[in-house]
């Protein structure tokens, strides 16, 4: 199983950014999709949540409005297109795959994380 992220680096206060995060290995259309981030000296924490199988979106407060996550079945691809970035925004982000509830064989994959960095 692989996850790739791709699409961070240094972006401007007030700008945008879209993340990629290419699955191979694992069943992509039936997966629970989320992005996770982890700032330096902080525990990695949720972002986002795409869900296939409910058809369901759900976001942290803090990204709310301002991140959009998205998923191609397709291409085993999910996306996270960020915009009015924030310094406090900058992390390392992740992305998670992990078994629909009630399903087996139960897993839970992460990427090897990319970084975002906002500053001007």
């Known amino acids: 199983v692989q996850l790739v992220e791709s699409g961070g680096g240094l972006v401007q206060p007030g700008g945008s950014l879209t993340l990629s995060c290419a699955a191979s290995?694992?069943?992509?259309?039936?997966?629970?999709m989320r992005w996770h981030r982890q700032a330096p000296g902080k525990e990695r924490e949720w972002v986002a949540l795409?869900?296939?199988?409910?058809?369901?979106?759900t976001y942290a407060d803090f990204v709310r409005g301002r991140f959009t996550i998205s998923r191609d079945n397709a291409k085993n691809t999910v996306y996270l297109q960020m915009s009015s970035l924030k310094s406090e925004d900058t992390a390392v982000y992740y992305c998670?795959?992990?078994?629909?509830?009630?399903?087996?064989?139960?897993?839970?994959?992460w990427g090897q994380g990319t970084q975002v960095t906002v500053s001007s």
């Open positions: 795409s869900n296939s199988v409910t058809g369901s979106t």
């Open positions: 998670n795959a992990k078994s629909p509830a009630g399903r087996v064989p139960t897993y839970d994959y």
């Open positions: 290995g694992v069943t992509f259309s039936t997966s629970v």
